[in-house]
Structure formats: C-alpha cells, structure tokens
C-alpha cells in the first residue's frame, strides 16, 4: 500500500495542521482547510458508526474515535512543533509561504500556543490508545503480551518519535541520515499501528502472530518514505545551510540523495510485482529519482519533489480504490 507514503512529504498536510490551529484559536480567517478538516472529523465519526460493532480483522475495525485522535491531533503535534522549531529555516525558504500548499510559516506569536496544543494532542493519543474499545473483548490473558498492545506500544513510539524529529536536544532533523530513516520509520510504525490494530480486535484469533509475520508492504513504505524526504531536504538545501543546520541533503547534495532514492526504489521493486499497482508506483518513483542523478539543478529538484508528491497520491487513490472494489464483490 503506498498510501501511507502520502504522509511523507506532508508539506500539504502540515499547513492543513496549522491553519486548522490557526481557527481554533481564532487567529486568522476561516479558511477551506477548516472545511477539510471539519469533513474528515464527519467521516470518521461515519466510519465510527458503521464499524462499532466489527469485531474482526478482514473489516478494519479500528474505532473512528480512536482513528480521529490518531490521525488528526497526530498532524498537531507532529506538524504543529516542526513548524515552532523550523522557523528559522522557514522564513529563508521559498517554498514556504501562508499561501503555499508545500508549507507555512508559523509567527512567532503564535508559537506559545502551537507548543501547548501539541503537548495536549500527544497526551490525548497515547490515552486515546489505551481506550478499552482499541480491543477486543475476547481477548484474554493467554495472548501474547506484546500482539496485545502493540498499538499501545506503537502510538507512545509515534508520539516519541514525532517529538525527537523535531525539538531539542534531540531534533533528528538536523542529524543527516538519520532525519530521513527518522521519517522512515515513523511512515512504518504508522502502518504497522493499523496492522497491529486490526489483529488486536481479532481477539486471540487474531494475536497469533509474531514478527515474521509482517507483510513486507509495511518495511517497503518505511524505506521508500525515507528517500522521498531526502529528497525533500535535497530541494531545502539553499534555506538550511542559510539558517545553519545540517541535514542529508546539505550533507550528500542533491545527486547524493537521489541516489539513495534509487536504491530504496531499486529493493522495495524487488519484494513486488511490476504489473501490480505497488509495482508501477515505485517504478514510476525509481524514474524520478534517476532523473534528479541526471539533472540535479535546484529548479528540477524542487519540480521532482512535487511530482513524487503527486504520484503518490494519484495512486493512494487507484490502490485503496481496487481493494474496495474487491471487497464489495
């Protein structure tokens, strides 16, 4: 599923994060990403409705009020305290704007109170996680301790991880190498939050299983992940060696890092199929890649990002499409 790789460069998300911040607070005008924002809180609360009563693994029984805390308050504090701490390289970078889609600029004067919101969201997805509805109630003691509350274990690692990217001292952001397999790893443990969810609910029919039982979608999302925000960096380049910091992209250049993404490409194209949907998705994601190692001009660079951006999207939509399709059949 590439869906996932849709949150990467969540450069587009992230201004939906903080202009929804932006309302909330009553700050600024009402804008349609309050619009967006308020149609996801209504089809989750849906999809809540509908599936309350699943209680197995084929249908996703995820509860839509522990999809909501996870999904919408993630972007607050994931996207909300990356945007207190990148002000410095934002203000440098022109790809950030309060118009553009690719990011925002976060005042100063605001960022007291993007800081808290995003201490509350991270504090109302971890208990949101520990709700006793994330289970099912036919589990019982015999079950593996860690299948059981993997999602647990699994939203405190997001939380922690989203944190670390972003805030000192740690602020991965500026570690090269281990910014992206940062991002990386958090795209897996999103999946991997979903899987472990659905096995949860399952009961002791669905806890049976153990680490090898993975599909290697979720590993191939992680790795991917990492060389599309590479090549975020690549095309940030200019603004943080502008502002001072340290990332893959000022360290291995623009070629450095899509060449990096030609491998990721390269191996995740390995464990699929090529007439299949994930197939053409990392092909189409290996050819942007070998394009920036022939042309890695800042203009072309900045254009990849956005396309990669795109495709991915493009076909999040054709690959959830084709497994609806198969499930109403």
Not at 268 to 280: Q, R
């Amino acid at each position: 599923t590439p869906h996932h790789s849709g949150l990467i460069c969540s450069a587009r998300v992230k201004t939906h994060a903080v202009a929804t911040l932006y309302h909330v607070n009553q700050v600024q005008q009402t804008t349609r990403v309050d619009l967006w924002a308020n149609s996801i809180r209504d089809r989750s609360n849906s999809f809540w409705n509908d599936s309350k009563d699943a209680r197995c693994a084929g249908c996703m029984p995820i509860p839509g009020r522990h999809v909501e805390f996870s999904v919408v308050y993630w972007w607050v504090f994931v996207f909300g305290i990356n945007d207190v701490y990148d002000y410095e390289t934002d203000i440098r970078n022109p790809r950030k704007s309060a118009t553009s889609l690719e990011g925002t600029i976060l005042p100063p004067a605001h960022h007291d109170f993007v800081y808290r919101a995003a201490i509350t969201a991270s504090i109302m997805t971890i208990a949101t996680s520990m709700l006793p509805s994330t289970f099912a109630s036919t589990a019982s003691s015999s079950s593996g301790t860690f299948q059981a509350y993997a999602p647990v274990l699994t939203t405190t690692a997001l939380v922690a991880l989203g944190w670390l990217y972003s805030a000192p001292p740690a602020r991965f952001k500026e570690v090269p190498i281990i910014d992206s397999l940062s991002n990386g790893l958090i795209v897996f443990l999103s999946w991997f939050l979903g899987y472990a969810s659905c096995r949860a609910l399952a009961g002791d029919r669905g806890l049976g299983w153990n680490i090898s039982d993975i599909p290697s979608k979720g590993y191939v999302l992680g790795l991917v992940t990492s060389s599309v925000h590479a090549l975020g960096a690549a095309a940030d380049i200019d603004a943080d060696l502008a502002a001072g910091q340290r990332t893959v992209g000022t360290v291995l250049g623009s070629r450095g890092c899509a060449v990096l993404g030609v491998v990721a490409y390269g191996l995740a194209l390995l464990t699929e199929p090529l007439a299949s949907i994930f197939g053409v998705y990392l092909i189409g994601g290996l050819g942007l890649m070998l394009s920036v190692c022939a042309v890695p001009t800042p203009t072309w660079v900045h254009h990849a990002f956005k396309v990669i951006v795109f495709w991915t999207v493009v076909m999040s939509f054709l690959w959830f499409g084709a497994k609806l399709s198969k499930r109403t059949t």
